[in-house]
């Protein structure tokens, strides 16, 4: 007897994140839309949008797919990729490569720790690669901005002055923790001068549709498929997306790997990004978070979508 193999149809993603866009979009009422800048506490929490983009290219949405938002702690992802490309595994000189367990902006751990953040994605992590790239480019603002403009295929990408300067006058707690390891010997350039950039990564906006496309180097293990470029190595890439699994969702980011099993990175500005290797990359925004600061219906639209798809990284 023989038996014939039924081919599956493939997964229509255009449908599916239609579907989950209507099955979420009520729970941004569970949350609150970050507040302690009045820049970002202006955001209207109604607003949500999903972006897919797969392996072959194709983009997929639903909802505000085309307003752009604050991309907050989601640049940490990209400052980091363009230390990491320049520096290698020298960066574990600076920082560490382990979960925190705190909330994004603690400052806890660096006296046990000498200075030495936990991972590149909490503030402290990000301040010291900021640290970096003021060391690596003539001008890290401009090489940023022109990075990202590539990974997402967006010259329009752009910094939003009123954020970076409403970041400036309200980020205490970033100040005290810059000048906390500057005292350790792991900040070398001026404070002012580090935040700066810092203040102006969280500051960048872009669109759900530009954010799915600017992580699709990672879907194409560290190649840039919009021009063939290599952005990360194989290895690089490999250890980047296992950071971004155990540390891109802050003190979360075991719940989000239990939940969803993606690597993902989020912000305070309600977006997330997350992919599956060799298969696609899923951008989300909706500004009203939990308590942890990550977007509430962004965190359940992704866990539909892989529990649905069938399709996660385990
Ligand atoms: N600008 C925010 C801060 O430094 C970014 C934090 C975040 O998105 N988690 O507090």
Redesign the pocket.
């Known amino acids: 007897m023989t038996h014939q193999l039924e081919s599956i149809p493939p997964i229509d993603y255009q449908q599916l994140i239609e579907t989950i866009y209507h099955e979420t979009k009520h729970l941004a009422q569970l949350g609150k839309v970050a507040d302690y800048i009045p820049a970002l506490a202006r955001v209207n929490p109604d607003l949500f949008g999903l972006s897919v983009v797969t392996q072959e290219g194709k983009l997929h949405y639903a909802g505000d797919h085309e307003v752009p938002f604050s991309i907050?702690?989601v640049s940490k992802l990209f400052t980091f990729t363009l230390a990491f490309s320049h520096l290698g595994s020298s960066i574990w000189n600076r920082l560490d490569r382990e979960p925190s367990g705190t909330s994004?902006?603690s400052l806890i751990q660096l006296e046990y720790e000498h200075g030495i953040p936990r991972n590149p994605f909490i503030?402290a992590g990000a301040i010291v690669v900021a640290d970096l790239l003021l060391d690596l480019c003539k001008d890290p603002l401009e090489s940023l901005l022109s990075f990202i403009q590539e990974l997402s295929g967006n010259n329009q990408v752009n910094y939003n002055e009123d954020v970076a300067e409403s970041?400036r006058l309200t980020?205490h707690r970033?100040f005290a923790l810059a000048h906390f390891m500057k005292s350790f010997r792991n900040i070398h350039n001026p404070v002012e001068k580090v935040l700066d950039i810092y203040f102006h990564q969280?500051a960048i906006e872009m669109n759900t549709d530009s954010l799915a496309q600017s992580v699709s180097f990672l879907v194409h293990n560290g190649i840039n498929p919009l021009n063939g470029k290599t952005v990360l190595n194989p290895s690089q890439a490999k250890r980047l997306k296992a950071l971004m699994l155990t540390t891109g969702l802050y003190n979360e980011s075991g719940d989000f790997a239990f939940r969803v099993g993606m690597p993902a990175k989020s912000?305070?500005?309600g977006g997330i990004v997350a992919l599956i290797p060799d298969v696609l990359s899923i951008a989300g925004f909706s500004p009203a978070l939990n308590e942890k600061?990550n977007s509430i219906a962004c965190i359940e639209a992704m866990e539909r979508f892989t529990t649905y798809s069938g399709k996660s990284i385990f």
């Open positions: 907050q702690s994004f902006n503030n970041e980020g970033n969280c912000g305070v500005g600061g």
